[in-house]
């Protein structure tokens, strides 16, 4: 029996149309990349635990041979991308917007680029491997997601059992300007594809499977359809999705192929879905069926500040500086350098940083092309970016917040369901960097809450310090006035002293001065001396009214005291 | 190689403050020009008189404040505030009521609280109703539409007697001036008179006031193009204008006498401006899809309730200070519902 497989679409609210720029690359085939002279694998490339080195300075290794393993559940082992000799684990510059330094595997290639002969077998029938034995290989080939968010993929073939998945989608929207990677592989390996395609849901033991591809890239969903009809496969299906960025988005490009959302603080296993990148499933294929763990990866260098913008299959790790030198450099308007695409990548400050995992484009722009050369104007409250939200919140009432560090309302607004689009800010007429509010925001939330958390800890621990203090000085009080006592008992044998005397009369003296003062007051007239017979009588009788109130008022107060 | 580095998204938008302030003044163009050729030289004059005040004002406040002048005046907020009270004034305003109202308008209503973006009230109006409050008899010296004048003003007369406060010559404010269409019918029924009756005066034409009802249809043929543009959210003047139908209806079938048509109503005193120029100023107006809604509806019941039972004959300007203030309030309540906060679909 064939599963229901939708003729229809869904749209999410709002969106964007940007150039699309993809003119630079779309045509251009995917290269190899050459061997740099030096590749650098940090040992954070993925969401979750940081990867643990497992070789040392000095080990030759083969190509394919893991030189880190995954550290946790959460985590994704590394592999050398090709043969050589590890010349350092040491502290690089990472590619993150941040710009810190972390550990690095620096590897320096040999050339010969050779294989790990002990690396898993080729499975040819790889359909009828267990979901488990599946998993175990995704994960020790260290395959992330490769649309960005590097999120291990073993994980999400192993949804909690609590949730039913009814679907796989497969995210080939690639909805970003510029990039062009994914399309590229769709339309030169489809087969790669459709195959991994395959062994992800037979993990998943699910069988209705939906591929999202924006209708911008006619020959990639051609390719698509083509190899599912040569393939014959059932329960598999392609749908065009309108050219909107974010549709590639994962919780948006789930609600225009299902009309499901993914609930808020939410994962798409909730709502019964599971979603992969084109480019992880293809990895998933040469993981299983060559036994090729995640080493290379496709991306796309592109922008007007590269002579010739290219599509380049790259070994992970390989420096940036490297891949532009096969782009044929720098031209003379390469003022911005962007990892991923303009709408969500980064600004890096140098070019001596990595490929990663998650790495899609490298963006070389000028900077009028990336950037508003006007300074920000006060928020107008036009509600551009309310009408262009996919999440469907209220930017400007976020960034009103935001500036006013209202951490609180800031999240009443649903701060947390932002995914950082950019739309808002594509939009705002006064140019102002809202994304960058919103993520300060988040950070000093997040600050917040781990100081509260230490904060906690630290009260728990200076009340039982107050507790043990109280403690001491009750036991410290208990044995000077033992000591005391004995000391009295000794001392009334003694008499009194003469110091004691002297003490006394200057006590004596001060008490008879304070006495004199205090009659010298009593003698000054005060303003109800000098009252005629009517007005004093007029008090005597508000004072006996007052009296008898109050006994009155007192009386049933004093009842009720236990 | 190094590279400076900023957040993302890394996009030029196009378009800025600047731009949205002058495609309104665009759109406004061919109802100033209708103004113009219907009233005379005057409102030319006062126009400019308000621009060239507001201009001032502005820059004199953002040097006070110390703020950078030249992005401030650039992005012709100023202009367009002065443009917007210019059209409310009567044709022959004295100036120093133009100043006074600008005043009001720029550095009381905006600068003080903030300048750009920070008012909570809709300047114009402020200064309008600052006006119109204080001054009423001279708010009310409208002039008949070309085609009932007497004696057609020229530049020169038009000038002199803004500059002067009083006209010249053998002319006289009586001769001179004519009550508006919402002032007659005010007045009118004040006098037990019936609204067929009222409408018999030469001022009326096919809805609201000849002449006036033209001037209308030229500034909603911008507001259209502004929609178009996506400039202003169409919301906003299609619920101003809901508002009033849906409101002055049954009035207006239960008691045609007493209580002018729907369509008196939107074509008459400031409905038509105020709902596709005014009322959709957004620093002052609800921002979210259902808070606009809400927004325009309560300042088009709101106008009305003031026009058929309130002190003045108009009321808009009233209306929008009233919804200015609740829109803070609207927003609150009129959250769109969250991408993902409710389960939805099939």
Redesign the interface.
Known sequence: MELHLPNRL?H??GGLH??QHKGFTRDKPIRSSTLPDQLILPLQQHIGAEAEACVQVGDTVYKGQPVATASGYVSASLHAPTSGTITGIEDRPLPH?S?LSGTCIVIEPDGRDEWWPERPAPVDDYLALDPADIRQRVRDAGIVGLGGAAFPTAVKLNPPSRHQIDTLIINGAECE?YITCDDRLMRERADLVIEGVRIIRQALGIQRVLIGVEDNKPEACDAIEQCIKDKKLKDMKLLRVPTIYPTGGE?QLI?VL???????N?LPAD?GVVCHNVGTAASVYRAIAHGEPMVSRIMTVTGKGVNAPCNLEVLIGTPI?HLVAQAEG?TDQ?????MGG??????????EVPVIKGTNCI?V?R?????????A???????RC??VC?????P??MYWNARARDFDKIQD??LF?CI?C?CC???????I?L??YY?FAKTEIWALERAKDKSDHARERHEFRLERLEREKKEKAERLAKKKAALAAKKSKDGKTKDEDAKKAAIAAALERAKAKKVQAEVQPKNTDDLTEAQQRQIDEAESRRKALSEHKATPEEASEP | ?????????????A???G??MRQVLYALVPGTLATIWYFGWGVLIILIMAILFAVSLEAIMLKLRGRPIK??IT?YSAVLTAWLLALALPPLAPWWMVLIGVFFAIVVAKQLYG????NPFNPAMIGYVVLLISFPLEMTNWLPPRMLAEHQLGFMESLGIIFSGTPTGNLTWDALTMATPLDEVKTGLSLDRTISEIRQSPLFGDFGGQGWEWVRNWFALGGFWLIYKKVI?WRIPVSLILGIVIISTPFFILNPDSYGSPAFHIFSGAVIVGAFYIATD??S?S???MG?WIYGAGIGILTYIIRSWGGYPDGLAFAVLLMNMAAPMI?YYT???????R????
């Not at chain 2, 300048?115 to 920070?118: A, C, K």
């Open positions: 869904w999410f609210h940007p150039e917007p710009g300007p919780k609600k299902t009309g499901r959302e993914v609930p808020s939410g709502i500086s720098y390469a003022e911005r350098l962007i303009p709408m969500m990548g980064f600004a890096m400050s140098s070019d963006l722009a900077s009028n092309e990336v950037e508003n050369p006007v300074q104007m006060p928020c107008i409250r036009c509600g309310t009408s996919p999440a469907n919140l209220l400007q009432e607004y649903n369901d950082e950019g800010a594509a939009v705002c007429p006064s140019h960097p994304v960058q993520r | 190689m190094q590279f400076k580095t900023t957040s993302s998204p890394y996009i030029s938008s378009g800025d403050v731009s949205v992005p401030f992005d300048g750009l973006g920070y959210d957004p620093v107006a921002t979210t899809p606009r927003d959250k769109p519902r969250v991408f993902g906060q389960r939805q679909g099939p």
